[in-house]
């Protein structure tokens, strides 16, 4: 398989976790993977560093996007938010 091909099985898988809905606002509109911390950065493609987000909050541009905010501000809110998905999600075991 592709590099590609298995970044897509990948994010289909993260967009099913994240009910295609935006972590940060709810929206469903042009719903796009986001790694929390930038794989320029270390990140990397597991499941616990990738987030939905919204084509504004991803790279819209405004002061909301991500990549034109501070990327270090919003990694511990992500986090949290991941974390928060896996406890509820051990709970419902």
């Known amino acids: 398989m592709s590099k590609y091909g298995e970044w897509r099985v990948i ?3 993260i967009l ?10 709810g929206s469903e509109w042009n719903t796009e993977v986001h790694h929390i ?4 950065r270390g990140g990397t493609d597991e499941e ?8 504004n909050h991803h790279t819209g541009g405004g002061k909301d996007s ?9 990694i511990p809110i992500f986090q ?3 974390k ?3 406890k509820s999600q051990e709970r419902g075991k």
């Open 84 to 86: 928060n998905i896996y």
């Open 37 to 40: 911390i930038p794989k320029s």
């Open 66 to 74: 991500v990549h034109t905010a501070n990327v270090d501000y919003y």
């Open 80 to 82: 949290d938010i991941i």
């Open 11 to 13: 994010a289909d898988r």
């Open 48 to 55: 616990r560093n990738l987030i939905t987000l919204c084509g």
């Open 16 to 25: 099913l976790r994240d009910e295609g809905r935006c972590r940060l606002c």
